[in-house]
């Protein structure tokens, strides 16, 4: 497995960021982030300011393609456009060394499985490490499923929406509360929500959706092949 590189270190204290796709996937077009993704970046910006990680690991393949940018790429380039707005005086700018991209995984489980092998990698002791995950509350009930069907031992599990209430920009300001309380209410989140239960529901039958990785990896397959096609 192609696996980052991370420098070792007595202790590591981790934030993961599971990718949430990009809204944008046609060529020549320039490549959105989902809102998720985008609400995700945020979010761990918050967190790391907040003194809760050493590390920000970011995970998601080329999901837009194998000549696009990686999800993981894109939030990292994203929370670096970002961040400026919200350092207060006396606090920097994320290093870059603070960041490790996994650029492999294309769905949950595939980033799942390939967390626990990185970090298990570096720090085989489960003591010398912690991780905390983070992603959209309505994708979190399916990923401690998938947590304990990969073995992948962490902190705790985060939704973004709730670090994003915390964030203010440098002036000190908050835009976010209000945002989210319409944003769990709106039809984007209800169609998440139907999804997700959908996909629990096939994990009863396979717990490591491996189902689910084969179809999403044959339908990313087909849309590259069409691309292709479509530029000759």
């Keep these: 497995m192609n696996q980052p590189r991370i420098k070792k270190s007595h202790f590591q204290s981790y934030i993961i960021v599971l990718g949430g796709g990009f809204e944008t996937k046609q060529k020549n077009i320039s490549l959105k982030l989902t ?3 985008r609400m995700r ?3 761990v910006l918050e967190m790391y300011k907040s003194g809760m990680a050493d590390k920000i690991l970011l995970s998601g393949g080329k999901t837009a393609g194998g000549d696009q940018l ?3 790429m894109a939030m990292r380039n994203f929370i670096k456009e970002q ?3 919200y350092l207060q005086e006396d606090e920097a700018e994320i290093p870059d060394e603070v960041f490790v991209l996994d650029e492999e995984p294309r769905e ?3 980033s799942l499985e390939r967390i626990e092998e990185i970090l298990q990698d570096v720090y085989p002791n489960t003591d010398s490490r912690e991780a905390v995950i983070l ?3 309505t994708h979190l009930p399916r990923v401690k499923k998938l947590l304990g069907s990969y073995g992948v031992e962490v902190k705790d599990t985060v939704g973004a929406e709730s670090r994003l209430t915390n964030l203010v920009d440098r002036h000190g300001h908050n835009y976010f509360k209000r945002f989210i309380e319409r944003y769990a209410r709106s039809l984007r989140v209800k169609k998440a929500q139907a999804t ?4 629990r529901t096939i994990l009863i039958v ?3 959706a491996l189902t689910l990785r084969w179809l999403a990896n044959r339908v990313r397959h087909g849309e590259e092949s069409e691309s292709s096609q479509a530029n000759k």
């Design 41 to 43: 970046a945020l979010a």
């Design 83 to 85: 961040e400026s707005k």
């Design 135 to 137: 992603s959209s509350t």
């Design 196 to 199: 997700e239960v959908i996909m």
């Design 108 to 110: 949950t489980s595939e």
């Design 206 to 208: 396979d717990s490591k």
């Design 35 to 37: 809102m998720e993704s």
């Design 70 to 72: 990686s999800e993981a």
